[in-house]
Every structure is written in C-alpha cells, then in structure tokens.
C-alpha cells in the first residue's frame, strides 16, 4: 500500500471533527486562495527538507512497527543488530501527521491538511482535502462547492505552472491513487514541476466511507510510487520507464523495510493460524479410513495412481460436498494423498508436508514429520515444497547451522523452477543478508 493511499485510508478517522466545522461562505474560501501556499517549492507554505510542526499521528510510530515487524526473524537477523535494522527499516516507513489548522493559511482551515513522512521527518507529500462527507452525500450544494473549490485551485496551478501535463480519475486500489485517462470531464488532474508532482481531484472517492475535493503536493523521487506515477503522465519517457520497471521487478519498496514486511507477513503468526484449534488430531488417526470407506474409494485408486492420484485428491478437495461430515472428508483426502506419495507423486509429499506444518486438513503440527515429508518433496523437484522447507529454517524449526544460508538455498531452487512461488521472498531474504553484511 501507498503512503498515498495510507493516509486515504487513515482520513475518515476526523470525519467526525469535520463535520463539526462551521462552513464558510463560498466567497470566503475561493478569496482565500494564495498562490505562495501553492508554491511547489513550499506546499501550503512549509517545507520539502524537514517537518516537526505538532500535529496529530495516526497510527503507532515507524520505529515500534519494525520493532514488531523484526521479532519473528531471529533466524534472520542477528540479536546484536535488531535495533539498527529497526532503525534502518523506520527511516524508510511512512507516517501521517495532520496538520493543526492555526499553521495553515485561513483557506485551508476549511479542510484538513496533512503530511506524509519518510522515517521521522523527511515530507514524501503534503496532501489538503475539503468538505469530505460520508456516503452517500446527495446535497447537491456540497458537490458544487467542492467542484467550485477546485475550479478556483485549478486556474491558480494553471496560472503558476501552465496547461495540466495529463487529466484522468482517482483509484485507491492501484499503486499510484492516480490513473490516466483521456476520456472527457475527468475529476483529476496532474502537472509536474521539476520532482514534485500536483494532483488536484474535484472529487474522489475514499474506500466506502465518503467523497472529498482533494489536493496534493508529491515529491516524486520520495514516493515508493513516485516514478511510476512519473512515467504514467509522461508518455515521452515511457522506454526508460519500461526499462527501469524491468530492473525492478523483484525489488521490494523501501528496501529494507520493505524486505522486512515481506519475511514477516511470511513468516509471522498467521501462516500457522489453523495450528490453534482445539480439534486437531494426529495424521497418523487421520490416516486411519475405517475399511468401508476405503472401499467406496477403490474404483478411485484403481483409475488413478501417483501424481494423478494427487490431483484427484486437490481437486476432491476443491469440491467436496456435503454427502458427508468434515471429519471425514479430510480423512479421505489424507488417505489419498499417502497413497499417491507412497507412489512417488512429489505433489501429495509437498501437501502431507504441508498439512503437517500449517494444520491444514485438520492435522496437528508435527515440525519433524512435516520435516521428513517437504524434504522427500523438495528432493522430487516441487518448488511449494522448497519454499516450505525455507520457512521452516527461518522460523527456527530445524537444526541447520545457518538457517539463513539454507533458506536462501532452497528459494533459489525454488525460484529456477517457479519464479511466481518464491521469487519475491528471495529478493527480500538477499537484501536483509546484504544489509548484515554491509
């Protein structure tokens, strides 16, 4: 997610102070406008070098976030360079502070303004939003002066910086909260003034809770998006643009931080959610399918063997339904799967590896089984099973002497073979390594 999009998210937490404002005249807010406070220079007056202004932040601060971020990858990070890495990760994280309104010019006060940081207090973009109002907001007064609002903007920047350099809507979804589009009436648009880029929304939409006018101010080579967004309202440069994409493809935004979010989502708690169910029982119980059912199952194994049988068993398992319990339809999936591994289908040894590991199937967490299982998987050639394996080492779940070291192995293994399963974790694990080394 954007720091753009960050702070999108984060904004419908003041609608309630909002609303409280009394609204000016019309009159009153367009006459306010000064063209200083739309400087690109010195957004709304304040600075690209530094920003320590009081404010309001949302959310916990960078540095306790990486601290919680680092704590699942002892395997990865060594004890006596946690803090430097926090650090490090926190100076590359993004924060929002809302700007108090007694230090912004009185047009502004009729909105809110607020900034967002890199590390403690380097400003990515200062970012003014007016009149936001929960959806649906229907009064048609609201969307005139919004539009109206943004009208009066817009000829100040057209005056400062000329014709804007492209026109389209706004999309949270997508990376730059910015898409082009040629089509007539667009809500938005983009002018670009050395490395700071202006977009100025009449209205946009903000997740499901509410609609605003908005104007932002970005430092293009700051924003983790910033050269895409360049590059999409720069027709011109888009064979550099291609180029540089390709060259950064598997390279995590902000580096450090960004390799960091990555091997924690990976490998934090979640992956073993299914692990804390009261329910769970023993694969070798799982394993024991009472004679009748194995004799329902005997037209199956006699048509399906090994890998096929394995996929018959993934694709029961897709679309079981509900003839019988879900006790028993794990049971049968499990037996399935033993039967197609003990026939040397590296798929079903990576899925009873897996089950074994992440409790899927409602098997109870065995490390050494689900160990002995991935492993006779990886050495049959399946890449889910090396990332698995890699997992596995990083989590400290086996007695490697560098667990780091045989992870990183094994997802370059498992990247030869599928690049979409295991390329992204790589890129990370080699970055935290580099930075270690450095």
């Excluded at 309630?16 to 000064?34: H, N, R, Y």
């Excluded at 799967?337 to 040894?349: E, I, N």
């Excluded at 073979?417 to 450095?438: G, N």
């Amino acid at each position: 997610m954007t720091a753009l999009t960050c702070r999108l998210r984060n904004i419908f937490l003041s609608v309630i102070a909002l609303s409280a404002l009394a609204l000016p005249a019309w009159g009153e807010t367009q006459a306010g406008i000064k063209s200083t406070d739309l400087d690109h220079q010195s957004p709304f007056g304040f600075s690209w070098r530094s920003f320590d202004e009081p404010g309001a932040q949302i959310g916990k601060a960078p540095l306790d976030v990486c601290r919680e971020l680092i704590a699942p990858l002892d395997a990865v990070i060594a004890p006596d360079k946690r803090e430097d890495f926090a650090k490090k990760c926190a100076s590359e994280k993004y924060k929002t502070v809302f700007v108090s309104n007694d230090r912004v010019s009185i047009w502004l006060r009729q909105g809110e303004l607020s900034v967002v940081l890199r590390g403690e207090s380097e400003p990515v973009s200062y970012d003014y939003s007016y009149l936001h109002r929960v959806l649906p907001d229907d009064d048609r007064e609201n969307t005139i002066r919004r539009k109206n609002h943004a009208s009066a903007i817009r000829e100040e920047l057209n005056d400062i910086y000329g014709s804007p350099v492209a026109a389209g809507f706004f999309d949270q979804n997508t990376e730059t909260g910015f898409v082009v589009d040629d089509g007539k009436n667009q809500p938005c648009e983009f002018w670009v003034k050395e490395d700071v880029g202006i977009l100025l929304c009449a209205e946009r939409v903000v997740l499901i809770d509410g609609i605003e006018m908005a104007l932002s101010f970005i430092r293009l080579g700051r924003a983790s998006y910033g050269h895409q967004l360049r590059c999409m309202v720069d027709p011109a440069s888009l064979d550099d643009c291609e180029d540089a994409r390709e060259r950064a493809t598997d390279k995590p935004a902000g580096e450090v931080a960004g390799s960091i979010k990555i091997l924690a989502d990976w490998l934090g708690s979640d992956s073993y959610s299914k692990c804390s169910a009261d329910d769970l029982e023993p694969i070798e119980k799982i394993w024991a399918l009472p004679e009748t059912e194995k004799a329902k199952l005997a037209a199956v194994l006699e048509a399906y063997t090994g890998e096929d049988l394995a996929l018959y068993a993934i694709d029961y398992a897709n679309n079981m339904g509900s003839e019988s319990s879900a006790e028993a339809q794990n049971k049968i999936i499990m037996y399935l799967f033993k039967r197609a591994a003990l026939q040397g289908s590296a798929t079903a040894m990576n899925e009873i590896g897996a089950s074994l590991l992440y409790c899927f199937q409602n098997v109870r967490q065995d490390t050494a089984a689900a160990l002995y299982w991935l492993e006779k998987a990886a050495r049959a050639g399946d890449a889910r099973a090396m990332r698995s394996l890699a997992a596995m080492h990083l989590s400290g779940m086996t007695e490697a002497k560098d667990q780091a070291g045989e992870a990183e192995r094994l997802l370059e293994e498992c990247s030869r073979l599928d690049k979409a399963i295991c390329s992204k974790e790589l890129t990370a694990l080699k970055t935290i390594i580099a930075a270690q080394d450095q």
